[in-house]
Nanobody, 122 residues
Framework: QLKLVESGGGLVQPGGSLTLSCAAS????????IGWFRQAPGKERERVSC????????YLAESVKGRFTISRDGAKNTVYLQMNSLKPEDTAVYYC???????????????WGQGTQVTVSL
């Protein structure tokens, strides 16, 4: 069974950093594009970042460009989202999911993880 598990969330002050991990079990992550999404209370889930199956291309939403970095480690079967200069508006539950290729459509992504809470506050 394909399964993704997110970790690394927590409470951080504005300007701080966190690194989220998306670990796979039951399949080799290298064969899939991995997207990071977030959902704040009362808002729709939005795409934050995506990395292609071979890591050759990445996508970052305008709201996080220059602050977030996505990467993957094939040996650890894990994709990371490094988040720097965090802002209160980054507060959300962050999810990762797999797809054949990066896409703006959430519907092509599957094997959603359970999410990890990121809270940016004083």
């Amino acid at each position: 069974q394909l399964k993704l598990v997110e970790s690394g969330g927590g409470l951080v002050q504005p300007g701080g950093s966190l690194t989220l991990s998306c670990a796979a079990s039951g399949f080799t992550l290298d064969y899939y594009a991995i997207g990071w999404f977030r959902q704040a209370p009362g808002k729709e889930r939005e795409r934050v970042s995506c990395i292609s199956s071979r890591g050759g291309s990445t996508y970052l939403a305008e709201s996080v460009k220059g602050r977030f970095t996505i990467s993957r480690d094939g040996a650890k079967n894990t994709v990371y989202l490094q988040m720097n200069s965090l802002k209160p508006e980054d507060t959300a539950v962050y999810y990762c999911a797999a797809a054949a290729a990066c896409s703006a459509s959430r519907s092509v992504f599957g094997s959603w993880g359970q999410g990890t809470q990121v809270t940016v506050s004083l």
